[in-house]
């Protein structure tokens, strides 16, 4: 039991951290309707970025301690998501490529960048580093998983406030039109490139920042640390919708998402103590996505079909 008891914690943890990564493909999947294929290497460019910087901290320029620093190289893991966001962004509302083409080809280049950022190395150990969670722990007296959910916790809530605050402004009201009715809000004089850019922008930023929370939680980076991130996005946002579906409110439909991180990795968990290969949780989350799409669909259709008659009236 106690052995169950360790692993939902890590659960728990590694949840609301990529809780974060939820809430960004929750703007663009569910605001704009597009599975953007960018989060896969965003996720993984945010790590490596935050790593290496952290790791440049032993160097001797005037300025090495200040990149070191872990708040600032997770602001520096955030800025690279959203510059990935806004090459996927340029690519399809500048030269009208397919936004899923257009997330394909950021997530091939990316793949390469960080390659080139990790110094040719497919991964990057930080195991004497300091990091926010140790710092949050010499500060508190935490144990390292009590500090982990507390600051996943607590940079989840910021960023659901942040995003609440965003699209109840005029441009985040913009943007949630450009989802619901492109062209709608287009013949009202809104710019919809610049709403689906901006979309991105802040959807791969918080991708990134996820990234960097994770590479400093587990103490590495890897170049693959991303692979599959896209299908975890949307398994938490499918779990968040059936758990709190009822709830109306912009608000907790953003709470729901790190609510449906925290289940999916808590599920996990489970299937894992139980005995299932862990190179099967990949098929296991892309079963549960697919399922979870096609119920709705195949209820509709089957109400649909008893809402007539024998005689076809």
């Given amino acids: 039991m106690s052995g169950l008891l ?10 609301v951290l990529w809780g974060v990564m939820v809430l960004g493909v929750y703007i663009t999947y569910k605001q704009l309707d597009i599975a953007d294929l960018t989060v896969d290497g965003s996720f ?30 997770l602001l520096c893991a955030t800025l690279a998501g959203m510059a990935a966001g806004a090459v996927t962004g340029f690519l399809h509302t500048i030269f009208e490529i397919p936004a899923i083409l257009a997330g394909i080809l950021t997530q091939i280049g990316l793949w390469s960048i960080n390659l080139r950022i990790m110094g040719g ?3 990057a150990p930080l195991l004497k580093t300091d990091s926010i969670f140790s710092q949050f722990i010499e500060l508190t007296g935490m144990n390292k998983q009590l500090a982990s959910i507390a600051i996943g916790i607590g940079i989840a809530l910021l960023m659901v406030i942040f995003l609440y605050w965003f699209f109840g402004t005029e441009i985040g009201s913009a943007m949630r039109a450009t989802g619901n009715n492109e062209y709608m809000i287009r013949a009202q004089g809104v710019n919809t490139n610049w709403t689906k850019l901006l979309a991105l922008i802040i959807s791969n930023g918080l991708v990134g920042m996820s990234g960097g929370l994770v590479c400093q939680s587990q103490k590495y980076a890897d170049i693959g640390m991303g692979t599959g ?10 779990i968040g919708d059936v758990l709190m579906g ?11 998402g790190v609510v449906g991180s925290v289940i999916y990795f808590a599920i996990r968990a489970i299937v894992l103590r139980m005995g299932m290969n862990a190179n099967d949780m990949k098929l296991l989350s892309a079963v549960i996505v697919a399922i979870a799409l096609c119920v709705p669909v195949m209820t509709r259709k089957w109400r649909l079909k008893r809402s007539y008659t024998e005689g076809g009236v």
């Avoid at 360790?6 to 949840?15: E, F, R």
């Avoid at 790791?55 to 600032?72: E, M, Q, R, T, V």
């Avoid at 896209?230 to 398994?235: E, F, K, R, S």
């Fill in 6 to 15: 360790i692993s939902l914690q890590d659960a728990v943890v590694q949840g």
């Fill in 44 to 73: 993984a460019l945010g790590g490596c970025v935050c790593a290496i910087l952290i790791l440049k901290g032993d160097g001797d320029k005037w300025y090495s301690a200040l990149l070191a620093n872990p708040w600032i190289a």
């Fill in 121 to 123: 190395k497919s991964n």
């Fill in 229 to 238: 991130a896209i299908v975890i996005g949307l398994a938490a946002i499918v």
């Fill in 246 to 256: 009822r709830m109306r409110s912009f608000g907790s439909k953003l709470l729901s």
